[in-house]
């Protein structure tokens, strides 16, 4: 009897938050790539910098200061190119788990609602 009872309990609760646990993974995935992405980007920029840096320690006189300056050009080009990138990986992985988060919905609505 008690077995039966726990069971069926068990049972009920599994269908009861199965969503909470679909909808934790959808979010667990959404938030590990914008880490992955953030530690991307970080670890970019930050070569940059440190590229920027080496750059400008190596200015001695005139002509590596003209040299260094004709560098700044590609240099924000490529910061410019990196950060239209980010920007672009970014939207596609929100666009993603919207896009992820509206079927769940759609889903658990559907099942919700009876059918007339």
Known sequence: MYTEMFKS???????TLAP???FNKVF???VE?????????VRAYSDLG????KAV?????????????????????KL??????DSNKFSSVA?????????FVAQNVKQATPAI
């Open 57 to 77: 320690s190596e200015v001695k006189d005139i002509e590596s200061l003209t040299a260094f300056n004709g560098q700044q050009l590609e240099t924000l080009t």
């Open 80 to 85: 410019s190119q990196q950060l239209l990138e």
């Open 33 to 41: 790539q914008l880490t992955e992405l953030q530690l991307s980007a």
């Open 28 to 30: 667990a995935k959404n």
């Open 9 to 15: 309990f068990s049972e009920q609760t599994e269908k």
């Open 95 to 103: 666009q993603g788990f919207k896009t992820e988060v509206e079927e």
């Open 50 to 53: 440190l590229n920027q840096l």
């Open 20 to 22: 909470y646990a679909k």
